[in-house]
């Protein structure tokens, strides 16, 4: 399964862009990208994937390279719920669509 | 849609009892079901893969003897801890995906606390 790498921490102020960031150089041509997000202890949440093409949703933005190395998260206006811990996965289509977690970025948004 | 509940949402037991999880899918049928396992600040980590009707499939390290999964029907899976000890004092979370689809929803977890 492709590992990825994301930046421990990041602040963002409130009403702007947050842009989190993801390296997975090793994927491969049919693994997907997954963004989650965990609130302090709750279960994490689905925000939006991709393949190739970048995606929107009503939560966010998912901006993917076209060398499919690396990803961004973009969410448009952060707010305070916005707050939590963001997981960038790589889901593999050949191995019982399992997900594994990396450590993720914690995402304060500052008033 | 899409919602995933567990039972009990806490829970604390002395160190040599069972215990058992529930994982329901309330709005859909979920042909497998996945349990993690998280400690304080750090990520989760996957235990176990659960397809309904067939034998669950543990990920290396997990002992499968010590957490019993059972996916008896399409909606529902438990994870029994035997034998607790306060090393497995944890917050567990499991995640359902209904048939052809590749999401996951989770569930609230359920924290877990030997004694």
């Known amino acids: 399964d492709a590992k990825t790498t994301q930046p421990p921490s990041m602040d963002c102020a409130e009403g702007r862009a947050a842009n989190l960031p993801c390296n997975h150089s090793t994927i491969s041509g049919n693994e997907y990208v997954y963004w989650y997000r965990q609130i302090h202890s709750q279960g994490p949440q689905y925000i939006i994937h991709g393949l190739k093409n970048n995606e929107t949703n009503e939560m966010a933005s998912l901006i993917i390279t076209e060398d499919r190395k690396s990803s961004t998260l973009i969410l448009p206006h952060a707010t305070l719920r916005d707050t939590a811990v963001y997981y960038c996965i790589v889901r593999s289509v050949n191995t019982g669509n399992q997900f594994y977690f990396g450590t993720g970025t914690s995402l304060t948004v500052i008033p | 849609g899409a919602v995933v509940s567990q039972h009990p949402s806490w829970v604390i037991c002395k160190s040599g009892t069972s215990v058992k999880i529930e994982c329901r899918s309330l709005?859909?049928?979920?042909?497998?079901m996945f349990w993690y396992r998280q400690f304080p600040k750090q990520s989760l980590m996957l235990m176990a893969t659960?397809?309904?009707?067939?034998?669950?499939?543990?990920e290396q390290g997990v002992e499968k003897d010590k957490f019993l999964i059972n996916h008896a029907s399409l909606t529902l899976s438990t994870l029994t801890v035997t034998s607790a000890h306060p090393e497995d004092s944890s917050f567990y979370i499991c995640s359902a995906s209904p048939p052809g689809g590749y999401e996951q929803y989770f569930g609230p977890g359920t924290r877990l606390t030997v004694t």
């Open positions: 709005d859909f049928q979920a042909t497998t």
């Open positions: 659960s397809n309904e009707g067939s034998k669950a499939t543990y």
